[in-house]
């Protein structure tokens, strides 16, 4: 999976002259995608990371798995991402059915539920 660049509250992050836009992301995951093949199937994207919105468009560049549900996530959070520490499984559903995918439920070792 790979993760967003987090600038806030850390000394490495007080570096960065900027934040890493979308498509910066957007290109990492989809190299991702292409360079892992076939020995990776599933490319991951952080939502918490991302953000509600970026990680929905990440399904049209080569993610398709948003991960699963946080039970208490802060090290994001305190870098400054945006979105929360819980999402619902009925929230992923909608939020992959709205960009056009078909969700599936899996478990730990990517066997469907």
Partial sequence: MPL???RRNNELGQMVKREVPFL???MVH???RVSLH???ENVQASWVKLGV???QKMLYFGVNDLG???MEENISRLSGAP???YMSPE???RLIKDAGRTPKRRNTLYELL
């Fill in 4 to 6: 967003k660049f987090m």
């Fill in 24 to 26: 910066e992301n957007a």
């Fill in 30 to 32: 989809a190299l991702s």
């Fill in 38 to 40: 076939p020995y990776c």
């Fill in 53 to 55: 919105g970026e990680v």
């Fill in 68 to 70: 699963g549900t946080l």
């Fill in 83 to 85: 979105a929360g520490e």
């Fill in 91 to 93: 929230d992923f559903e």
